[in-house]
């Protein structure tokens, strides 16, 4: 009997992605840029145009594009090629999980219902991510290189006979594991996790982006923000639910404040640590309102 030919994923070298209570990595411009659905309804296509990058994000109608739940998955896998490459071990875009580690680092229940949540061929977190298809020029020279690709080239569940789930492989696109492997990476909140809301998950990742730890912070406008987050709410009432969250400044370590800007209104952020010592929120933690488990 002929032996199969050898796939590129079978080529590579399977990463064991094992390691555990490791620092939450985001890789920059997924953070800041509209990759990835605010909602958890099933949108097929998002796209976004602006100072010569491009973001062009669409999937099958039936299954959705990937949403901001789903890209916990890559923040897990970011988060242990990096703890592995400094433990001074050899990664690959081709990785081996174990789903109950994957869940609790994220901050899921490791119940059936988040297994099925997570694994579902038929809508679960790596189904949506394996059927986004990405065109983007972002990252490429001068913004002339555009490459298309899936936020997950491969998916592999293996089951027994009984149905349950024995291992799970998957590999990364290489748009994304070089990103990660190059060190445009930034650290992120654990307490992340705990966010429920879309929009608020999407607003600390561009804040973490972009005011960092820069002693100003940054300036946001809402027009501005508005396009970034590539929500399908009407810029009014998407300026409303931001108004909400920053009354509540619950974000975690960032502190938000409205602002006046000569077009209109805006949204400033700095790092609580560096607000000066006689500011009413200098010392304020996240408030804890988000208590509820997130789900894929």
Not at 11 to 37: C, H, M, Y
Not at 108 to 123: A, I, K
Not at 158 to 183: C, H, S
């Amino acid at each position: 009997m002929a032996r199969r030919p050898k796939t590129k994923a079978d080529q590579l070298d399977l990463f064991i992605a094992d390691l555990v209570d490791v620092p939450v990595k985001g890789e920059r411009e997924t953070l800041s840029l509209p990759f990835f659905s605010l909602s958890k309804g099933k949108r097929s296509r998002m796209t976004y145009e602006r100072n010569g990058a491009l973001v062009d994000v669409s999937a099958p109608a039936h299954i959705g594009i990937a949403n901001i739940w789903d890209s916990d998955v890559l923040l897990w896998c970011a988060s242990e090629i990096i703890a592995a490459r400094e433990r001074g071990r050899e990664t690959s875009p081709r990785l081996s999980l174990r789903p109950y580690e994957l869940l609790r680092a994220t901050g899921r229940d490791t119940g059936g219902g988040s297994y099925d949540q997570l694994l579902s061929e038929d809508g679960g977190a790596l189904a949506r991510l394996k059927a986004t298809t990405v065109k983007t020029n972002v990252r490429g020279p001068g913004g002339d290189r555009t490459v298309l690709f899936s936020w997950l080239e491969r998916v592999q569940i293996d089951r027994d006979v009984a149905g349950n789930v024995k291992a799970v492989e998957i590999t990364l696109p290489q748009w994304f594991y070089d990103a990660v492997m190059n060190g445009t990476v930034l650290t992120l909140s654990p307490e992340y996790f705990k966010i429920t809301s879309g929009l608020e998950r999407w607003l600390y990742r561009l804040v973490r982006r972009h005011a960092g730890n820069q002693s100003h912070g940054w300036t946001f406008s809402m027009d501005e923000l508005h396009r970034k987050s590539g929500s399908s709410r009407v810029l009014k009432y998407f300026a409303r639910d931001m108004r909400q969250i920053v009354a509540a400044n619950a974000l975690p370590e960032y502190h938000l404040e409205m602002i006046k800007l000569q077009g209109g209104p805006g949204v400033h952020a700095v790092r609580r640590s560096l607000l000066a010592l006689d500011h009413p929120a200098a010392k304020a933690e996240a408030l804890g309102r988000h208590k509820r488990i997130p789900k894929f």
